[in-house]
């Protein structure tokens, strides 16, 4: 995994401007080094800039880092990148692989055993983005860092 910060340090750069932090994986590191990932970040966002990230943001993001990252591994040949930004109150979590070919994304089917992983991210995300580039696609979620007492999460 080769940390590639945008711009200057992660730690570098003050809010409300776009904090972030990319990592680029080659295939043979573990799931589990893209979640730590993003704890460390969430941690530093505490940290060193003093936002508040609820511990539902801190389970939600790496559940989407592993969905995410686990797909790539499953579905893309070569190497992928992880980047974490966070603005305006929330966190993206983007990966972008290098297969163009969009996932198949199954209605709910509380009977399928596995497959669920889309659909859970599509669920507790703000925002779900699959995006074409040049070379492969981008799939994006962002994720609320602080928990809104008067949100309905059910009815978004």
Not at 35 to 50: E, P, S, T, Y
Not at 54 to 73: C, F, I, K, P, Y
């Amino acid at each position: 995994m080769n940390e590639t910060p945008e711009g200057t340090e992660p730690h570098a750069t003050p809010f409300p401007h776009a904090i972030s932090l990319s990592a680029e994986f080659e295939g043979n590191e573990s799931i589990a080094e893209a979640r730590k990932l993003a704890r460390c970040f969430l941690a530093d966002i505490q940290n060193v800039h003093g936002l508040p990230v609820s511990d539902r943001a801190q389970g939600l993001v790496e559940l989407v880092v592993s969905e995410l990252v686990t797909n790539t591994r499953k579905y893309a040949p070569g190497p992928a990148l992880l980047t974490l930004q966070v603005r305006d109150g929330s966190v993206d979590i983007a990966v972008w692989d290098s297969n163009p070919d969009p996932p198949t994304i199954l209605p709910p089917d509380p009977a399928r055993v596995g497959q669920h992983g889309l659909e859970i991210i599509m669920a507790a995300a703000l925002t779900f983005q699959i995006h074409r580039e040049p070379v492969g696609k981008r799939i994006t979620a962002s994720i609320m860092l602080a928990d809104d007492k008067d949100a309905d999460v059910a009815g978004r």
